[in-house]
């Protein structure tokens, strides 16, 4: 469902570090910007039933550089509501098990342990199966913890990705 959502309502948690290749995304998002506009919507979720924030999902880059520009108070965003995907339909095409590419997961660990995935994974349908879009740390530390359960996921169609 799309709608307007106030740029203070949103949150971004789960988010590296903004290294140097992502001031560059933002750099560049800020050009289209100011060029076009906002072209899609982000991809958000709400925190719970009763609440008024919303989880940036996909979007992240575009929500920053908005920010930054000042572009006004409201962004555009689809508001998507997560369901639980059994881990073993989720298609991964990233190398989870090179732990020196994924970096110290120990803070996730004890967070995903303490509150469970406060961020749902991004993935897109296959078919049967699903592909991860977004969230290889995540899936990474819910397979270790809950190795025969489902993680919520956020299923996102070709419109709903930025």
Known sequence: ML???PVEKLIMTDVASIDRSRREVIRVMKII???HGQISPLTVCQKSKHS????VITGRAVLAAWMELE???SISCDVVVPK???CKQIVVFSDID???RLGDMTALLASVRENGLEVPI???QMGRRFALIDGVRRIKVWQDLYPDTAIPAVVLTRSSEV
Do not use: H, W
């Open 98 to 100: 090179d732990s020196s």
């Open 122 to 124: 991004a993935v897109r």
């Open 71 to 73: 572009m006004g108070s």
């Open 3 to 5: 709608r307007m959502i």
């Open 33 to 35: 910007l100011n060029r």
């Open 52 to 55: 008024d924030i919303f989880e």
């Open 84 to 86: 639980d995907i059994p």
